[in-house]
């Protein structure tokens, strides 16, 4: 069910069409089409071992596909993988330079790795070093580097060829929130500067900054389109938000409800995702009384509108029971 | 094309330079590189011998006659070994069982008149019973000869004129450290960048794979190459053994040998995942190698299939190279076929592990 994509094929420069991958009997990677165009932020989401990596494995050529073709900037990543990758720049999800090198040894390896004349790797390292602000950083071992500038490092170390495309495996993760701000920037950044750039994560909202998201399950992508597009989709499933004192009790008696599928509750409110084709405004008039005669308050219950993480577990849900 | 020849190059310049700076700045690198060969080689040049000095001997008395005696200091005068008198063979056997000396020599009470003596060895240790038979054998044959000897043989040991077990242990011991810290170093190398995850940053770069298996041999070589110098210096000066042999023989030798240990190094390491496995897997395989080589045991001995076996083992060839560059004093031309099969392994050794690398 994995709609067209938005943009024309004919500029991306990210294509993958059929991407199959076995490992044994087990298909990890099932039929996976990917098209990403310059400049766009491209979002592949899903759980653990929803055959996230293992596409972008694929794509980066560490991992030969079992079918399908893969372009990447007018390259054959199949045929001539050595001349694609020098396309390409890959943060991986664990930090993956050398620890007891310095920041500086670690720029200076990755140039001359991708073939930089000695002129050309200072003008670029020292570009690197300014524009991700590792400058009073550059002498010290990346060992000693906290987390979110040791992720800065990994992505200095892949932009010093230029490459027209990114792949960003997971690059946040266990990153404090304002140093995911601020690495967003650089990503934004450097799509204005035209880089295609395809990126997996957990966090939702960070789903919502990607131009296109994909979502996997699987190993095949069950939904696709923009953040605006996917909200936008009619949910089956009405969703409510409950306030009132010590409304956490209610889901006490809340979860005996036929109508209710979940709760989730938040801090000093509830959200309920109800059953589909449950009418909405029966159960908001319900809730109080229920809860009065229980000695318990709501204020308010109404419906609101889903977030991408509710688009995504109803899409998750049908593809699990068609 | 020259282009991407000067890009390649640069691509080495710079994976070379890593793996020096690495290399340098871990100081279990630095401590594995120069302390293990050291105490190998002392531990090994003073262990590994078959000699049997000062045996100790037990000696039960019971003719006391004067040739008795004459025999008794006779033995004493080897130097190779020291006496221990027991009143009766019941003592002495006892002092055999626990091991406090390891031959008993006895003369009955009525010894004058038979002129028979008994000799009782632990053989427990077969080889070092042949020996101390052997010296007792020799001491007493030449206490009685009363006569002089019809035909005197001359006798002279060619190449390590007194049979001295070091001098031909240690040139093979150089080999055996040169195998064992070269065939692990290269292993471990490569797989503690799998373990890290630095290789496969490194697999997305466009570097190639003879780029990056030269890039991780050569520090390893220049490092075996380092050992065998380190450890001829010592077996030359501390062991007094001689060197007569040509010393660009020696060079090429070491060279083609660490081809084949790399080459099995590098192998280890794509059938391993982390540096403990590669660490076990190098051993179940080193020790093959060190016994299959003739280091300790001639290969002349083994059951035929074994031998069939040994022509796999590249330490066996280099063997021949070393010993015979010690002591024999051989030229730069002398081993071909060595060198040949030394290639070969190497060569072959490292097309594979460049085949299962991907």
Known sequence: MAEAASRPAAEAVITATDLVRRFGDFTAVDHVHVSVAPGEVFGLLGANGAGKTTTIRMLCGLLPPTAGHIRLAEVDMVRHPRRARGRLGYVTQHFALYAELSVRENLALQAGLYGLSPARARERIAWALQHLDLEHLADHKARALPLGHRRRLDLAAALLHEPHILFLDEPTSGVDPLARQQFWELIYALAAAGIAILITTHYMDEATYCDRLALMHAGRIIAEGSPDDLLARPLPTPLLEVRGEGCAACSRWLADWPEVLEIIPHAGYLRLRLRPGTDPQAVIRRLPEEAARRGQRVEAAEPVAPDLEDVFVTLLEQDASP | ?358
């Open chain 2, 1 to 358: 094309m020259s282009g991407s020849l000067v890009v390649g190059l640069r691509r080495l310049g710079a994976l070379l330079r890593k793996e020096f700076l690495l290399l340098l700045r871990d100081p279990r690198m630095r401590f594995f590189v120069v302390v293990p060969p050291l105490i190998q080689l002392i531990i090994f040049g003073y262990a590994a011998t078959f000699d049997v000095r000062h045996a100790d001997i037990g000696l039960v008395d019971q003719a006391a006659s004067r040739e008795s005696r004459s025999l008794v200091a006779a033995i004493h005068g080897t130097g190779h070994c020291r006496l221990q008198r027991h009143a009766d063979m019941a003592a002495a056997e006892a002092a055999l069982a626990r091991g406090r000396i390891r031959a008993i020599v006895r003369f009955a009470p009525d010894f004058d008149r038979t002129r028979r003596l008994q000799i009782v060895v632990d053989g427990t240790d077969s080889n070092s019973a042949q020996v101390i038979l052997g010296q007792l054998n020799r001491a007493l044959q030449q206490a009685a000869a009363t006569q002089p000897p019809r035909i005197e043989l001359v006798e002279r040991n060619w190449f390590n004129p007194n049979l001295e077990d070091r001098w031909y242990f240690i040139p093979g011991i150089m080999a055996n450290v040169v195998l064992i810290a070269t065939l692990i170093l290269t292993a471990m190398s490569v797989v503690r960048e799998r373990e890290l995850g630095t290789l496969e940053r490194l697999m997305v770069t466009p570097l190639g794979r003879l780029e990056f298996v030269i890039g991780k041999l050569l520090p390893v070589a220049l490092i075996g190459l380092f050992d065998v110098l380190l450890i001829m210096v010592i077996a030359t000066l501390w062991f007094e053994i001689p060197f007569r042999g040509s010393f660009p023989a020696l060079l090429v030798g070491s060279l083609l040998y660490l081809l084949s240990s790399l080459g099995i190094g590098l192998l280890i390491s794509t059938y391993t995942r982390t540096q403990q496995q590669a660490m076990l897997l190098a051993f179940f395989v080193i020790m093959p190698l060190v016994i299959l080589s003739g280091f300790a045991f001639p290969i002349a001995n083994m059951p035929r299939a074994v031998q069939w076996l040994t022509w796999l083992d590249p330490l066996r060839y280099y063997l021949v190279v070393v010993r015979d560059l010690f002591l024999k004093g051989s030229g730069l031309f002398d081993h071909g076929f060595e060198y040949a099969m030394m290639t070969l392994l190497g060569l072959a050794s490292m097309g594979l592990s460049m085949l299962r690398m991907r």
